[in-house]
């Protein structure tokens, strides 16, 4: 079974993309910032994580940065998901190694649609 990490501050949104991903057949694990999140890919790496830019203790752009410099990581595919909307937010996101940028508020079929298609392609 597919394991995705959803990493945000809000619970309603981790909720809300849990629900979803749930729902599209995935087993979905949360975690309310990037410390928290860094320690759950360092111990089990997951198949893909999304993440807020916004967060305490660790930022979004750190956690990607992360994930894509740590050799055993460095293929897990990150969506970022950002009320950061501006170009220059998706361009540093995308330089940071994110595999995809999605803009707050969503489509709920965007989300899930992004996280199948990278997920294929692994």
Known sequence: MTTVLIVD???????MISG???????TVLEAE????????IASSPPDLVVLDIVMPNMN???????VKNNGPTKDVPVVICSSKNEEFDRYW???????????K???PAEMVETVKHLLRGR
Do not use: H, V
């Open 20 to 26: 979803l991903l749930i729902k599209a057949g995935m």
């Open 105 to 107: 508020p969503f489509r």
């Open 93 to 103: 996101g995308m330089k940071q190694g994110a595999d995809a940028y999605i803009a």
């Open 33 to 40: 910032d990037g410390e928290k999140a860094k320690d759950m």
């Open 9 to 15: 501050d809000s619970s309603t949104l981790r909720e």
């Open 60 to 66: 979004g752009y750190e956690l990607c940065r992360w």
